[in-house]
């Protein structure tokens, strides 16, 4: 029996490699089935305003059942991922902050609204999803 897990990755696109590291962790999970719907630099939504951008993120975000997001200071920095993280909080939806490897800084604004944060491996980011999608 497949487990389908609907997560959106939160990220900055200049760090698109967190993105790549978590999306490869959980895509190589087996027993699980993982559905993306984060908007990594190769699924962009062009041609959109600020304002259709914010409704298509607002729409992947209701859809997911966990929103991930790395507890990396440049989280704090990017007021798209501040809006997806009031976005997530305002959805109720669960969220999972990810302590990047070597991270000795983190953001506040994740590490506030966090419901669990995990370390930088595979296992405790699939474990961090099964526990909070339960």
């Known amino acids: ?12 696109w200049d ?5 790549d590291t978590i999306k490869d962790w ?9 559905y993306d719907y984060s908007i990594s630099a190769d699924k962009k939504l062009v ?8 409704n298509a993120i607002k729409e992947r975000i209701r859809q997911c059942s ?3 997001v790395p507890t ?5 920095c990017s007021e798209w991922v501040k809006f997806e993280i009031e976005v997530a909080v ?3 939806k669960p969220i999972l902050g990810v302590n990047p490897w070597g991270q000795q800084h983190y953001s506040i ?12 491996n595979s296992k405790s980011v699939i474990d961090g999803i099964k526990e909070l999608t339960r």
């Open 1 to 12: 029996m497949t487990n389908i897990r609907k997560v959106f990755i939160s990220h900055c």
């Open 15 to 19: 760090y698109e490699d967190d993105y």
């Open 26 to 34: 959980i895509n190589n999970t087996p027993y699980y089935e993982f």
């Open 47 to 54: 041609g959109l305003n600020n304002y259709e951008l914010a």
């Open 66 to 68: 966990v929103f991930i």
């Open 72 to 76: 990396a200071v440049y989280s704090s």
């Open 90 to 92: 305002a959805m109720k």
């Open 109 to 120: 604004n994740v590490t506030t609204h966090a419901n669990k944060i995990v370390g930088w």
